[in-house]
C-alpha cells in the first residue's frame, strides 16, 4: 500500500542529500567566514589600536562642531561627513564616518587627526570569501560568478536546514533528550552524527535567519521583495539581524557559535554519507 508519509520522508531526504553534497563546501566557508567577521571591530580595535584610543584622556572633549569642522577642512571635493561615532568609553576616539566603511578617527581631546586606515587584510580576504567567493562583482550591485554561487547556496541552505528539521524533529519525550546531547563516549560515528543532528537542531532558528537576511546582499529580485514586506526602514536593523547585533554581546556571541556549527553540518554531513554510502557493513 502506498504510504504518503514514508515516501514524502524518503524524498525530502533525498532533496536534502542532493543539495548538500555539490554546495556543502560554499556553506561550510560562508558560515565560517562568517563566524570571524562577527567579532571583527573587537579584534581591528586591538590590532590598530592606536586610531581607536587616545594616548591620554583629557579633562574635556572640544566641541564636536569644531572637531568637525577640523575634519571637513582635509577633505577632498565631494566627499562629506555622513554621522559621527562617540563611545561611552572616553578612551575611544571619535570616528567620523563618511559612507562606504570610510571612517575618519580623531583625537576628541586635542583635535588631532588620527587617520582614515584600510580594513585589515586578513578581513577584507574574509569578507570577499563570504560575499563572493573571492570574484567580487565589477561594480556594486551588480552579479558575479561568486556572488551568484553563494547566493544559491544560501537559498539551498534555506531548503538544507527545513529539510533536516522535518528529517530529524523528535517524535518522543525520550527523542527530545537524545536530539540534545552529543555523545562522546559510544565511538567516532555516534559522535560525529550527534553533532550534526543534535548541535544542527539547535541552531538551526539563527542559521535561518542568518541565511534569509544574508540573501538580501545576493539578489535584487530578493532584496526588492523584502523591503516592500518589511518596508525601507528593515535597513536599519537587518545588517543587526544577519551579524548578531540586535542583542548586544549575548547575541553575538551565540551567533557566532552557530555559524561555526552551520559551518560543520556540510562537514559533518559528508562524513556521514560516505560512510553509509561506501562503507556499509556486510
Not at 10 to 38: M, N, R
Not at 190 to 212: C, E, K, P, Q
Not at 264 to 279: A, C, E, M, N
Amino acid at each position: 500500500m502506498f504510504n504518503f508519509s514514508t515516501t514524502m520522508k524518503k524524498l525530502i531526504k533525498q532533496l536534502h542529500i542532493w543539495l548538500s553534497i555539490p554546495l556543502g563546501v560554499v556553506v561550510s566557508i560562508t558560515c565560517f567566514t562568517g563566524a570571524l567577521l562577527v567579532f571583527e571591530k573587537e579584534i581591528t580595535r586591538a590590532v590598530q589600536r592606536e586610531y581607536h584610543y587616545v594616548a591620554e584622556v583629557g579633562a574635556e572633549a572640544l566641541p564636536l562642531d569644531e572637531l568637525q569642522a577640523q575634519v571637513e577642512a582635509t577633505l577632498a571635493e565631494g566627499k562629506s561627513i555622513q554621522g559621527v561615532e562617540i563611545d561611552d568609553n572616553p578612551e575611544r576616539t571619535y570616528v567620523f564616518s563618511l559612507g562606504k566603511r570610510e571612517r575618519i578617527y580623531v583625537n576628541q581631546y586635542t583635535g588631532e587627526i588620527l587617520g582614515s586606515p584600510e580594513r585589515l587584510e586578513f578581513f577584507q580576504t574574509t569578507f570577499r570569501l563570504h560575499r563572493w567567493l573571492m570574484d567580487a562583482p565589477a561594480s556594486r550591485g551588480e552579479m558575479s560568478l561568486g556572488k551568484l554561487v553563494v547566493g544559491i547556496s544560501t537559498l539551498a541552505m534555506v531548503v538544507m536546514l527545513l529539510t533536516g528539521i522535518v528529517l530529524w524533529w523528535p517524535k518522543s519525550i525520550k527523542m527530545w533528550k537524545n536530539r540534545s546531547l552529543v555523545a562522546v563516549r559510544k565511538g567516532w560515528h555516534r559522535f560525529w552524527y550527534d553533532l550534526h543532528v543534535s548541535a544542527g537542531f539547535w541552531a538551526t532558528i539563527i542559521l535561518l535567519i542568518m541565511a534569509l537576511t544574508g540573501l538580501v546582499w545576493s539578489f535584487a529580485w530578493y532584496r526588492d521583495g523584502f523591503y516592500a514586506i518589511f518596508g525601507e526602514g528593515a535597513r536599519e536593523w537587518l545588517r543587526s539581524l544577519h551579524v548578531g547585533t540586535i542583542g548586544g554581546m549575548f547575541t553575538r556571541v551565540l551567533w557566532c557559535l552557530a555559524a561555526i556549527v552551520g559551518g560543520t553540518l556540510p562537514l559533518t554531513g559528508y562524513y556521514l554519507w560516505i560512510k553509509r554510502k561506501f562503507f556499509k557493513k556486510r
